[in-house]
């Protein structure tokens, strides 16, 4: 009878990475029909007509209309780039249709599959994948280890400060020279990343990563909401449509979720609002605001980093203390750890936390919306996969439906809202 339970959880398991790989090459194969192929038909570029840059750790946005005089159509210059055009660079992107107005027949040519810039992006993304799987993984084993979760989020918010002031202090990246009034508007997206991270590992440390991630893709839910609420901002009905697969889907995964809790669903769902709130927050109040010099995608991600630390030690030091992690400290040097291994553990989490918010600025600052979004569906899933199989997580069958049904739901929301722009 053990034998059999043990099999049919070995099925389950197996089918449901079926499940799971099933909707990532559904969801490709959608991505790719709808936009690769209309891309690839496109031969001649469309007049440029706005200059689209994201921030996109941070969830800004920033549109501009472009400079009088440069509407012409790319075929009269075909030797020019982009750039030299006065056109943005790493808004040329090959799978996305609409950013062939972005391209110039040179550049068109360059984006070709096996081209430099197509190894680049490969490259980069794969490299991202790696450090965001390694420090989910890496995290859940110092929540394991230590089971403080507003200490270690403060540790891997803090760890970004040492890094980058390196690279500060040694001119490898210039310094951010931030006014006054600039500093203050940076201080409500700080305080949503900080709380983003901080309901996310409390999230990871109470229950399963795979559904902490299916759960926090319910923020394209909360952004829709809070847009509407507090910004009587309303989208069309289609983009609204896209919100039932997700609910439905998040739903199906809780009810069916072997190793439920509370505190992991509350805690992963907090993280999807603060991360809405803090994207809408960055448009609305930062858009077109002078904050100051050398504020690069990376810099405003370390200055936010740096702020939310602070922000959040007051309270990590009210709810756990160092009393509280002095003796989680000493239960896990009883159950075997060694100091130098739980700092060794600590580090590595802080340092894959910081540099896999650096690889995505360098990744997703080259390309378009449309590919942003499907990159983001596919590096949910493969964290979902890797983490099923390292931590050997078990999920129903109907579960990972819900899981699936989410993670597409919250790609076909981003794909939908696109191209309502």
């Known amino acids: ?10 099925s389950a398991r197996r089918g449901s990475l079926v499940l799971v790989l099933a909707a990532l090459a559904a969801a490709w194969g959608f991505c790719s029909n709808a936009f690769v ?23 800004f946005k920033e549109d501009e209309d472009e400079d009088q005089g440069q509407g012409k159509s790319g075929s009269d210059t075909p030797e020019l780039s982009a750039e030299a055009l006065g056109r943005e660079p790493g808004t040329c992107d090959p799978f996305d249709p609409k950013s062939a107005e972005y391209c110039s027949p040179q550049e068109v040519e360059t984006t070709s599959f096996l081209s430099k810039r197509t190894l680049k992006l490969g490259a980069l993304f794969m490299l991202w994948y790696a450090l965001n799987v390694g420090y989910n993984i890496g995290n859940k084993l110092v929540l394991t280890a ?64 795979s559904f902490t991630h299916v759960c926090k893709a319910t923020e394209p839910v ?31 995964a809780s009810a069916h979720e072997l190793s439920f809790t509370w505190i992991s669903f509350i805690a992963a769902t907090g993280s999807a609002v603060t991360s809405a709130s803090k994207a809408i927050l960055g448009k609305k109040v930062l858009d077109g605001k002078s904050l100051g010099k050398n504020l690069t995608p990376g810099n405003m991600f370390a200055v936010l980093t740096i702020l939310g630390c602070f922000m959040i030690l007051p309270a990590s030091m009210i709810i756990e203390g160092p009393n509280k992690f002095t003796a989680a400290w000493a239960h896990a040097r009883a159950a075997g750890y060694t100091a130098q291994r739980l700092w060794l553990m600590l580090s590595i989490s802080g340092f894959l936390y910081y540099t896999y918010n650096e690889v995505a600025f360098l990744a997703l600052k080259e390309v378009a919306p449309v590919t942003h979004a ?48």
């Open 374 to 421: 499907v990159t983001n569906t596919v590096k949910r899933v493969v964290i979902i996969i890797a983490s099923v199989i390292v931590f050997r997580t078990p999920i129903t069958p109907l579960g990972a439906l819900g899981s699936s049904l989410a993670i597409i739901g919250a790609l076909m929301y981003s794909l939908a809202k696109n191209q309502k722009k």
């Open 222 to 252: 909360w952004t829709a909401l809070i847009s509407a609420i507090f910004f009587r901002e309303f989208l069309p009905v289609p983009v609204y449509l896209s919100l039932i697969p997700i609910i439905f889907g998040v739903s199906l």
């Open 146 to 209: 230590l089971p403080t979760p507003w200490s270690s989020a403060t540790w891997e918010l803090f760890f970004g400060l040492p890094y980058v002031g390196f690279l500060w202090l040694t001119g490898l990246r210039k310094r951010p020279e931030l006014n006054w009034s600039g500093l203050k508007l940076l201080i409500p997206p700080a305080f949503f990343l900080a709380c983003t991270h901080v309901f996310g590992v409390i999230s990871f440390g109470a229950g399963a990563i």
């Open 37 to 59: 192929t209309p891309y690839i038909s496109h031969q001649t570029p469309t007049p440029l007509r706005s200059r689209v840059r994201m921030a996109t750790a941070t969830g």
């Open 1 to 10: 009878m053990a034998a059999m339970t043990v099999c049919a959880t070995r």
